[in-house]
């Protein structure tokens, strides 16, 4: 593989990590706090369609963000008010809330566009452009370091940046900050911080909030960013695998980027068969690339990368006992 | 009145199904005449919709894709005074239209356009689920190429093998971006509505793409050098129009009688040089009048031009 | 009575849950500078009411008045305002959050950690040094014990400006020493001006420390009395209404022949922790071996061990066959088959299925007994639903309905299945942890007669528990555990709980005396930690 | 004690639930400008209305029937078992090669061929998240998940490979005419009137029944399932008593993943009488909305799944005949997992509280 190649694909990577990335910290945010979500996917996808839907209408792409950050956002409210007022099961309203988003975007699309449970192709303003970082132009010619610089860092659209921004972003919060500190208590011990005068609930929404917000990004972002419109289903199983990422990182968020940069290689790599089979000398079957990262979960979770330890109280409703 | 039902992709698929819709319209607007329709929603429900709509007595029922083959054998017999049109596929029954296309043909005229278009010298396909019907696509393209430009590369990559790489515009977008990388400037999409994600990407890379099946030329004007017609619309139209005296049997579209063929429009203009349409234009000649053979990957599942 | 106005004031708190009626219109009055002690069996309420002025609960009636003004405890915040902290009997700390982030959370004074942290560890210095709090302020939780857990939670309420703190249950889990060390920090504490209130089961404690004292009974206030105007025997009385015996009768011992034979039994957890280190003891027919120590001394391992459901290495011998302790065959079933009962500490997660009717949860653990069953596939239900009436009424369980969930039934009622199954198997051998853990006095005196029943008929008992008291009045032999490790064996006639105190706490706490000798001498002469024959 | 009597808990609350998924789905078809109650009739008439209608709801109601039952089970040893949709997959890959590759002399032996070969292949399928399970620790919920994505390439491999009839499809041939099971067509055919004509139910519905027997006697009289549902309640406990939590993991994902694996039984051979891709189209999903609204009792199941046949039956005759798009149907699934599954506090704290005045007003 030559250099050139390299790059394409860590390209590549960069692109197809940060929906990864960004649905990861989501859950983070979530699971630190005592809720796991299953239903990052469906999320992801109903961010994704009304922020299409919204930028399509008024061809402002920010009005899109922020109409896809709703969407995820009443989503999230749905999982706290089953998972945290209703004490449900929270898995079930995962998957209620996928199966949710998969039926109602397309419904909602062929009601408002007609157009098969699409929304209409975004262009110019109504979608997020690359952006060319400084002097990229000028220093691309430099040796090695230029075509890094230019090929790999420039030329990503304002999402990306954004989403490597939100993790260092969210070490921050979580280890520097009282809310952080509350945040990680109440998913390790609610009762801890119940006692201490801190509502349970509140801190709760408030990580589901968060959760919301980041999903919402993420569906924007493939919608609107990575694509130029909603179809349906086109967060393609990204939740699950945000979530297997999650894991991987073992709910930290600097390992939550190593993990969703790993799983956007796999995936790069497994758009890029001719690659791999340049690489290892043969042809590799396309069915087993598009499931490596599938595969890989499972090997994770087998615990031969290190056994991970989810945040104590998670998956647990809250109920007050002595 | 007659009806139609769609296949999975949905009746808005900018391409296969659409252009299946469009012929159904075409043939309303110009009749007044209303049709039934329907979108199934899982496999079981074929038999159940070609039942429905017989007992109905819409007739005759036309079906786009396929998939619907197997259904359509099991039921045609119980019907026999309904007349049946099956798309894609052939039913072997009294009361059945089968009609199916030669899409390498048309690709082969698309792969041509492309070699010539491309300054590169290399060229590139996405196709959508990897089944033989889009291997068809592909291999009649690389033929296309390779005949204007022997030394052209061709790169063809199909988005995943189950029914969602139908809709996997991402994914579309990555093997695009891909090939783009790999040296491709023209890139044929095949692919449903995947090709949507091609057709976009290539339009923000400024390369020249293909589109398939509905003329896709109006997406995104000027960077979509052509599209390889399959005229479903035609397809569907004709059986309409016949009506009841639905004339049954094998019916097959190529270039001969304008089943495939390539679009030219006011979006693509100027992108098509003379010489390319003269040269195609030939090679279509050659091949309605069966002079040039255009190699068939659903014959026998080979390809002398690209290996999968 | 002085003018001052009380530190707390409760009128009428009344509180349900659901169809339970924890607290009948309770109505109680603390002086500041006083140790309040409030008694009471299990489910009495005492835990409820205590939640109510933290704010944990909210009361469905009544009025609370904190130094003589009316205030409204909606939350735990209201209570931390108004000066109230609590300890509660479970701990409420972050297991993998330091010492200091424990204290911190919830009162940071910042949106920032960083100043929060640093003001908290000055503050946390000063307050062991008035107090005796000493901490460790940057040790996680979970690797620290429960003593200083304990202390954690009293720095986290003074920490929080408490004037009046709570203690529910403070001692269960403290060995005597670190409960001696509580009760100074309390006076000092008392001596500050602060208002405590203590909640205990152990009528010791109330006579040794509080000036006044409370006693519930099934949701109401029964009676206030000056503790110095009271005794051990008239609050027994007052708490379950009638006279008890706090005695238990025995007839001397019949000691048989050797049915356990422990040798050198270790045990790892699965966090690599070494919970049992070197193990060995004997228990005859017709004895009552008693295994004392604070909980998490590796008493719930040897349990575990000898019912079968931890690995282990070393040897174990029942009526003189080894037994397997790490194969595949090795689980409660094949102890069962040997004649090994075995009634687990805690009956709510181990012995019983709480969702089970009563009927299934006698089948547990015997389901494979071939009298329950119909055929090769099928179980007899009928046959185990006749069983469990019979046994019922034996055991006095009330009230005897097999088809009632297990969690329908009070806590002593609950006990008494589990032991109507152990004990009616007839075993060889009766393993029995924490007896009467959550049981009214009533029920303890049945409890009890029926293990000394039981080991009258010549059988072999290993008893554990926590509770001093019971483990001399039960035992014809006991064995002192710590840190995994049985620190000793006596004769209850030749020790008491001084001396068994201080085998508990490991003997590290108190200065090397001639007790301390004795003792490490006899250990050497038995070898590799193992107590010498009695 | 408990607050209500049982049959509140076990009657009113789903139906409750299932009227809130209903008051909300009419809010949805009225949102895009249809009519809710014509929608209703349409539905009822079009799946209760014919025996034809009911031959199709059966069908569904037999898929249903099987990944409930599948999801139950797992349910009761407190297992959620997300992978039914790749067990069932799997176990149409199952019946294929038993169908294709065994000269049969007789449906009935078919039938049971293919009922071993579809359990053995969809419990295979269950058994490696089972050992994660149980010997790691591995969230099984996850590895379920991403066993259905993997069982979808799987059976992509060999409908594109090792078993693909010629032609186009990514399908395997039609079985041979001696494995085809008789449908309610052939079995209710009366001279004159012909019953279930063209509807695909068929003999499956009796295995499914049967198997609804047979996990209740297994669940409710068995040492076995007496030794599975103590340790859905309690793990300790189980430990304590001497049942060995892997043994039940196993065991219980076996039963459970063989269940979802016959549901091909009626799917593939049944129906289809081939195996095509994506043959399961969500019934794997389905059966856990329906376990948990049959609260996982094989009886509730049944059903529970007759309903969910209802609505896929009758939401197919709505996207016939209206233009309501087909995707409505999973908006109602979703919303009747939500209420009944996730929700159901919502509905039984206020009833409790109900049920208690009730008593209090009593005494
Ligand atoms: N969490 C609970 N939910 C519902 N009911 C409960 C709960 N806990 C206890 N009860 C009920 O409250 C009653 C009192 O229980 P508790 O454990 O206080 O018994 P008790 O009065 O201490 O009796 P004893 O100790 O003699 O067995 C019991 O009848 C029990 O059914
Ligand atoms: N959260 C709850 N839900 C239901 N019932 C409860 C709850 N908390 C307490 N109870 C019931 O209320 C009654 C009083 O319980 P409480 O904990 O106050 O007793 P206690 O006197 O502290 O007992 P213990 O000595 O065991 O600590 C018991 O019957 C108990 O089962
Ligand atoms: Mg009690
Ligand atoms: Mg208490």
Redesign the pocket.
Known sequence: MDFATLLQMLDATLRLATPLLLACLAGLFSERAGIFDIGLEGKMLAAAFLSAAIAAVTGNVWLGLLAGIGASMILSAVHGLASITFRGNQLISGVAINFLAAGLTVVIAQSWFAQGGRTPQLSGDARFNPIELPFAEALQNVPVLGPIYYELISGHTILVYVALLIVPLTWWILFQTRFGLRLRAVGENPAAVDTAGVSVIWLRFAAVGICGVLCGIAGAYLATALQAGFVKDMSAGRGYIALAALIFAKWRPWYALYACLLFGFLQAMSLRSDVVANVVGFQVNGQFLDVLPYILTVVILAGFVGKAIPPRAGGEPYVKER | DPAILFDLGGKFDKSFNESAYNGAERWATETGGSYAEVEIQSDAQREQAIRRFAESGANPIVMAGFSWATPLAEVAADYPDTKFAIIDMVVDAPNVRSVVFNEHEGSYLVGMMAAMASESGTVSFVGGMDIPLIRKFACGYAQGAMAVNPDVTVIANMTGTTPAAWNDPVKGSELTLAQISQGSDVVFAAAGGTGVGVLQTAADEDILSIGVDANQNYLHPGEVLTSMLKRVDNAVYEAFTQGTDLETGFNVMGIANEGVGYALDEFNAELVTADMQAAVDAAAASIASGELVVHDYTADETCPALSF | MSDTAPAIELKGISKA????QANKDISIRVMPGTIHGIIG????GKSTLMSILYGFYKADKGEIFIAGKKTSIPDSQAAIAAGIGMVFQHFKLVENFTVLENVVLGAEDSGLLRPSLARARRELKSLAEEYELNVDPDALIEEVGVGMQQRVEILKALYRKADILILDEPTGVLTPAEADHLFRILENLKREGKTIILITHKLREIMEITDTVSVMR?GEMTATVKTSETSPPALAELMVGRKVLLRVDKAPAQIGRKILEVKDLNVTDSKGVHRLKGVSFDVHAGEILGIAGVAGNGQSELLEVLGGYEKATGSIKVNGDEIDLTGAKSNGQSRRARGISHVPEDRQREGLIMDFQAWENTAFGYHHDARYQKNRFLMDNAAIRKDTEEKMARFDVRPPDPSLAA???????QQKIVLAREIERNPDLLLIGQPTRG??I??IEFIHQQIVALRDQGKAILLVSVELEEILSLSDRIAVMFDGKIMGERMPQDTDEKELGLLMAGMTTQPRGPLHEAVEAQLATAGSGTAKEV | ?DVMPKWADVVLIPLISILLAAILSALVILAIGENPWAALKLMVSGALGSTYGWGYTLYYATNFIFTGLAVAIAFHARLFNIGGEGQALIGGLGVAVICLFIPWPHWSLALLGSAIGAALFGAAWAAIPAFLQAKRGSHIVITTIMFNFIAAAVLNYFLIGALKAPGMEPATAKFPEATHLPSFQDMFNFGETTFFRGAPANVTFFVAIAACLFLWILIWKTRLGYELRSFGHSESAAKYAGISPTKIIMVTMLISGGLAGMMAINNVQGEAERLVLNAVEGAGFIGIAVALMGRSHPFGVLLAALLFGFLYQGGAELALWTSIPRELIIVIQALVILFTGALDNMVRMPLERLFLAMRRAKT
């Open positions: 849950f659901g169809p339970v069996e299990n489910g009495a099934r969690k329908s039934f009070s806590g002593g009622n049981v009214d009533g029920a | 004690m």
